[in-house]
């Protein structure tokens, strides 16, 4: 009895602890926040920036707030000043909504009418997504219950492109960048198989690197040598064990990388082709493609095929699909162990 009165007493005493701790923690996180925000600004709203004063009991915490300050200054000049130079938006915001602005000035529908047979697609629309936006998730259900090893080989993305819109090529990038594991992401390669645009030369090359230092590689052909060697011009480039190729028009989705790598560290002769969606032209909306296999029609046209009979059989949607071909342009291959 006596044993189980002294257990409650300690805990009593425990309990008074914490109480006090986080009071005395609270009424100094208030004074802080006043101290830094001033008294014109809430805590709540945006504080003015680089302009934190130092003052207070602990010197180390001030200096800490002021260099935090100072690095989110870095960070929102790097992120916004560079994006908006170029006309474009990073972040959150921007006409993320599916579908069409709602109402263009007569101005803007011909500047998107020009662009739209400029580049096959509403590059005007393009230009005012954000670079950063999040598309729907569409794997099977029990993709997002499957865990992967940390330790997988890393990949080297090749995206090719010939006067594509820039901010198209930068989506491209940017979704790399954020759904890849940064530790599995060794480099990206853009190989410019001759442009003309003049925003794809010192414009794509000055805010790639300024964005994303030392991950960047461009490779520019002086001459139109079509997608198949300027693959393997970027391809010399690369130098992870795994190297990826794609368009310079796609948006991947979180965890795309893992599932992948590890079906080639299992076995290195793979070459996998992750499931893909449709992105359509009009509106960037991302429509959902059924799991299947792909093929030839007898004229030669890619076309999906229904996946084996067997596959069906097993009835689990996040199976690979077993196939000879690939009629789709993304591929990722250990080229590096083929070729060696
Ligand atoms: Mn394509």
Not at 115 to 140: F, M, Q, T, V
Not at 239 to 261: C, I, K, Q, R, Y
Request: aromatic share 10%; proline share 6%.
């Amino acid at each position: 009895m006596a044993f189980v009165f002294r257990r409650w007493r300690v805990l009593l005493v425990l309990i008074v602890l914490a109480v006090g701790g986080l009071m005395n923690f609270w009424t100094k996180c208030s004074t802080r926040s006043v101290q830094v925000a001033g008294p014109d600004a809430p805590a709540d709203v945006k504080r003015p920036r680089g302009n934190v004063t130092a003052q207070g009991p602990s010197v180390s915490h001030e200096v800490l707030l002021k260099r935090l300050s100072s690095l989110e200054d870095v960070v929102y000049r790097q992120l916004n000043g560079l994006s908006k130079s170029l006309g474009l938006i990073e972040g959150f915001g921007g006409g993320d909504k599916g579908s069409l602005p709602a109402t263009l000035s007569p101005a803007e529908e011909s500047d998107a009418k020009h662009l739209r047979e400029k580049y096959g697609y509403n590059a005007y629309l393009s230009d005012r997504i954000s670079l950063d936006r999040n598309i729907p998730d569409h794997r099977p259900n029990k993709c997002r219950k499957v865990s992967y090893p940390r330790d997988l080989p890393q990949i080297s993305l090749i995206f090719i492109f010939v006067n594509e819109a820039l901010s198209v090529i930068l989506r491209s990038v940017h979704s790399a960048v954020n759904h890849t594991p940064a530790h599995l992401l060794k480099e990206i390669v853009l190989v410019d198989d001759n442009s003309d645009d003049e925003q794809l030369k010192a414009p794509l090359e000055e805010y790639v690197n300024k964005r994303y230092p030392g991950l960047v590689k461009i490779v520019r052909n002086q001459k139109r040598e079509g997608l198949i060697r300027a693959r393997i011009e970027g391809w010399k480039v690369a130098t992870a064990e795994v190297t990826g190729f794609f368009d310079a028009h796609v948006e991947f989705t979180p965890s795309w990388a893992e599932p992948v790598l590890a079906r080639i560290k299992e076995d290195h002769k793979r070459i996998i082709l992750p499931s893909i969606d449709n992105i359509k032209h009009e509106t960037f909306e991302v429509e959902r493609y059924e799991n299947s296999g792909h093929g030839y029609s007898w004229e030669l046209w890619c076309m999906y095929i229904s996946p084996p009979k067997q596959w069906w059989e097993e009835g689990d949607m996040s199976a690979p699909i077993r196939q000879v071909n690939f009629t789709y342009t993304i591929v990722v291959a250990r080229v590096r162990y083929q070729l060696n």
